[in-house]
């Protein structure tokens, strides 16, 4: 029984000098400092929460965060309430208009999503904020509202060590080509479709 465990202990340390050897390699080959690009997207819940996990990350070091919600805004979500009172030194701008579903209008749409974009143009061209989270951008640009050229252009001539997290549904080529890391989060369950209310403080 004692040589049993005792190879199993042999095997599993061999197991974790190689697992940390190569883990050890990939930080030692990863060279590259400057800010990066993150795509949060797919059908699966979470991609506004881990954006925001990333925002208290940034926070906890004391670094300048700006916070963009197209879409949102109608009914506050517990993010929002958090950072307007808790994170004054955060930039929080929201669209406002709420879900396009509700709105019905295109051409307030259109206007508004603009407006915020314009808003998202100055903080990408500020190289005092360390990060930046554009939530739910990926549905400007599907729902034709915003210029991808337009989008893209500020998104690539950022200040090199600022770095920016799209989140949405649906995103494009041209957005996955430009992110560093793509999430792509996809849904196995999901508790409304059996009937199950959204819960505050952990849906909304």
Not at 178 to 187: G, K, L, N, P
């Amino acid at each position: 029984m004692n040589n049993l465990k005792d190879n199993k202990n042999i095997i599993h340390k061999r197991k974790m000098e190689k697992l940390k050897e190569n883990i050890n390699a990939s930080i030692k080959a990863a060279n590259i400092k400057r800010g990066v690009s993150i795509l949060l997207t797919g059908n699966g819940k979470g991609k506004s929460s881990s954006a925001f996990g990333m925002v208290i990350r940034s926070l906890g070091y004391n670094y300048k965060v700006g916070v963009i919600q197209f879409i949102k805004g109608q009914q506050s979500s517990g993010e929002e309430i958090f950072v307007r009172k808790k994170c004054p030194s955060v930039t929080f701008y929201q669209m406002g208009t709420g879900f396009t579903w509700n709105t019905q209008d295109r051409s307030s749409d259109i206007a508004a999503a603009n407006k915020t974009w314009t808003v998202a143009k100055k903080m990408l061209q500020d190289d005092t904020y360390h990060l930046i989270i554009l939530d739910e951008l990926t549905y400007m640009l599907s729902f034709k509202y915003l210029d991808e050229n337009l989008v893209m252009e500020g998104l690539k001539n950022r200040p090199a060590n600022q770095s920016v997290v799209v989140t949405g549904r649906g995103a494009s080529s041209a957005l996955k080509d430009w992110a560093d890391t793509v999430s792509d989060i996809q849904e196995t369950k999901h508790a409304f479709n059996a009937g199950v209310m959204a819960r505050k403080g952990v849906d909304f």
